[in-house]
């Protein structure tokens, strides 16, 4: 019995080391790209929010800092209690359009952008929320426009046609690609030498 159990054990860390240690040619990356101040910051926040989920502002810079990493997931969890707390804030929804957009999943963005401008756009503002100014506003319609252009693509098989909507929407006017021009003909020497130059006729005085 006792020779079983060594057995187990010795099969159980065999397992162990064959799941847990990378092969010679994997390659280790951070889970989160970012500054090592940066990364401070994300564990100062993150603690924060460990005794306060709710609290909007800390959500927002952690899920900020998430999508500068490249973890549009993460973004998405961290204003999941916040939402529930505050569904009115449309700095909540901004993010989350941003997130869905990062994840390629237009539709979802798109209808989180809507109900930010909507919130936005409310007047008076919802209570408990912070007043959306111009400059937010003129972001918001930016970016649900753009979102609309993409909406019912699959982005992550047609990147390209997503990347040309969202240029036309990113930039104040279209403008399409020129078409080449056609090349000027060149100038015909006349047989014998190459062509002559007419000097200029200098006209003098006729002498009384």
């Not at 237009?106 to 209808?111: F, I, L, N, S």
């Not at 753009?146 to 909507?165: C, F, T, W």
């Not at 078409?179 to 062509?195: C, D, E, F, M, S």
């Amino acid at each position: 019995m006792r020779v079983t159990r060594i057995l187990d054990l010795m099969v159980l860390l065999l397992l162990a080391a064959v799941v847990l240690i990378p092969r010679p040619d994997a390659t280790v990356k951070p889970a989160l790209a970012l500054d090592p101040e940066l990364q401070d910051r994300v564990a100062e926040l993150q603690s924060v929010l460990v005794g306060q989920p709710g609290a909007v502002d800390k959500a927002l810079e952690l899920a900020n800092l998430y999508l500068d990493g490249h973890r549009p997931d993460w973004a998405l969890a961290t204003i999941g209690p916040s939402l529930k707390a505050r569904p009115d804030d449309y700095r909540l929804h901004h993010v989350r359009a941003i997130a869905y957009a990062d994840r390629f999943d237009p539709d979802p963005g798109y209808e989180a952008a809507k109900t930010a401008v909507s919130l936005c756009e409310r007047d008076p503002a919802p209570a408990n929320a912070p007043v959306c100014g111009p400059a937010a506003h003129a972001r918001l319609v930016l970016l649900r426009s753009a979102l609309q252009s993409v909406a019912g693509i699959d982005m992550k098989n047609q990147p390209y046609l997503a990347k040309e909507r969202i240029f036309r929407e990113l930039h104040p006017v279209y403008l399409p690609k020129p078409k080449p021009k056609a090349k000027a003909a060149p100038a015909r020497t006349p047989p014998g030498g190459a062509p002559s130059i007419e000097a200029p006729r200098i006209e003098t005085p006729e002498k009384p």
